[in-house]
């Protein structure tokens, strides 16, 4: 929720995921906790940071640059369907050695109402239609999701989303609602007990659940979130602890900086705007 951290946290993971050479496909439905990874690097040709291959936003009203994102990540995963067959029986053991993408939605609340308020319905199930099979089919085809949402009810996050999602993270101390609708129901005794030695006073205090996609066993723990470094962050930040302005620099110098240039640029040509983005 509001206050929870999320942003620093999403922040810090999307880093790892980008200094780990994946792509990242990245729909906001702001932009200000993304100008890191689409601002131009004067060093570097005018070009965003490396791994960062697209960034769609939702600020407009009905949110089509955010919707170009989840159809960059649909169409990558369906070329990969496409010859998958072909793969798995040429070389069964490395058939899906695809690079991983990270799709990362956030604000997704906001942008499903936007879709709702803005759209024929048909547009706004096309989309999250797309949403459903890569939270399906993508994970085996190497392309992941992210969803970030202030809360977990069925207005911001669908019951079939969350359910193709084996891990699960609640900022802070799970609310019931919470416990109701964000975990797999076989999660829930293990994130309860977990839930009731969790102190609240405790900042940056974090709940992980996951349930294994092959065997079915879940599992939940407690862990201690952590303020980490991105691109556009600033050290000098007064709502910082000091902290940052001794690892950061660090940090960013051996890990940021150093991400190689593997990917273009990816989006759609635009000749004349359609319907929808008028």
């Not at 009203?61 to 960059?72: E, I, P, T």
């Not at 669908?158 to 699960?168: D, E, K, Q, Y």
Request: glycine share 8%; proline share 6%; charged share 25%.
């Amino acid at each position: 929720g509001t206050g929870s951290g999320k942003s620093f946290a999403v922040r810090g993971w999307r880093e790892q995921f980008r200094a780990s050479l994946w792509m990242l496909i990245l729909a906001d439905g702001k932009g200000a906790d993304y100008a890191g990874y689409f601002a131009p690097q004067m060093g570097d040709h005018g070009l965003p940071v490396p791994g960062s291959v697209a960034v769609g936003l939702g600020s407009s009203a009905k949110g089509m640059s955010y919707v170009g994102a989840v159809v960059l990540a649909y169409q990558i995963m369906q070329e990969r369907q496409e010859g998958s067959l072909e793969g798995k029986i040429k070389d069964p053991e490395n058939w899906n050695s695809f690079i991983p993408v990270l799709l990362v939605m956030d604000e997704i609340k906001g942008m499903r109402e936007k879709w709702k308020n803005n759209l024929s319905k048909a547009d706004a199930k096309a989309i999250e239609s797309m949403v459903t099979e890569i939270t399906a089919l993508g994970r085996e085809l190497r392309v992941h999701v992210m969803l970030i949402s202030q809360d977990a009810r069925d207005q911001s996050i669908p019951g079939v989303w969350n359910s193709n999602l084996p891990l699960t993270i609640s900022l802070g101390k799970p609310s019931d609602m919470t416990m109701d609708k964000a975990f797999e129901e076989s999660a829930v005794p293990k994130v309860r007990m977990v839930r009731e030695s969790m102190d609240p006073k405790i900042k940056g205090r974090c709940l992980i659940a996951s349930v294994d996609p092959v065997t079915g066993a879940a599992d939940a723990t407690e862990y201690q979130g952590y303020l980490g470094y991105s691109p556009g962050e600033s050290w000098d930040n007064a709502k910082l602890p000091p902290e940052a302005k001794q690892k950061w620099p660090q940090f960013k110098e051996q890990v940021s900086d150093r991400v190689p240039r593997m990917y273009s640029r990816q989006w759609f040509r635009i000749d004349e705007k359609s319907e929808l983005q008028q």
